[in-house]
């Protein structure tokens, strides 16, 4: 259970701090109104992102009995992983602008999450097979997976929008920079052990 604990806040923590739709809609709520605000639209996946879960999970469930489609699923959701982990590593800051005439809701941050590719893309590749492991081992495993990653997905947005509403500096600062880099050299790691799962599932190593 400790290894599903460990991937779910590894994951949720990069993807909660990396720059996109919703991270830009949580802080420029939070810039226009106030920190609340920037909360609400950062509980935005816990809204939308169940369906994503169940489709995936139905999906991979269905392919159990074929594992060069799995071993495929697999390398691809390592190369995803190592694209968000390079992303990290280039991370100098966050740049944001808005049109402060135009307030924002937590209706568009659902919106804005469920239109965003990555949420399908994290679950398909990454998410739902290491669920599916999770569930091979007990009830727990899944639970300490999905409870991690969206306690650390959410809660580091909610972090971001508190720090900025008392430094709006803080995005560019060097800080962020810095956590940014360290998790996209951890997510870079966990890319090699995810491809190398493919690998064995294509018989090639």
Not at 134 to 147: D, E, K, T, V, Y
Request: aromatic share 12%.
């Amino acid at each position: 259970m400790i290894h599903f604990l460990t991937l779910g806040t590894i994951l949720g923590l990069s993807a909660g701090f990396a720059p996109g739709p919703l991270l830009t809609l949580v802080i420029s709520e939070t810039l226009q109104h106030d920190i609340k605000s920037g909360v609400k639209v950062a509980l935005a996946p816990i809204i939308t992102d169940l369906p994503i879960i169940i489709l995936t999970l139905f999906i991979l469930s269905k392919l159990s009995n074929f594992h060069y489609i799995l071993g495929m699923i697999s390398i691809m959701g390592g190369c995803f992983v190592l694209y968000m982990g390079y992303g990290n590593l280039r991370t100098k800051g966050f740049e944001l602008y808005f049109d402060k005439t135009n307030p924002r809701s937590i209706t568009k941050g659902v919106l804005a999450n469920t239109l965003s590719p990555h949420p399908y893309l994290f679950w398909l590749s990454v998410g739902a097979p290491i669920m599916t492991k999770a569930m091979n081992l007990n009830i727990s495993a899944p639970l300490a997976f999905i409870f991690s990653f969206y306690a650390l997905l959410v809660g580091s947005k909610i972090l971001l929008a508190v720090l900025v509403g008392k430094s709006k500096t803080f995005l560019s600062g060097n800080v962020y920079k810095y956590i940014m880099r360290f998790l996209g050299l951890v997510l870079c790691v966990l890319a090699i052990f995810l491809l190398r799962d493919g690998l064995k599932l294509l018989e090639i190593v």
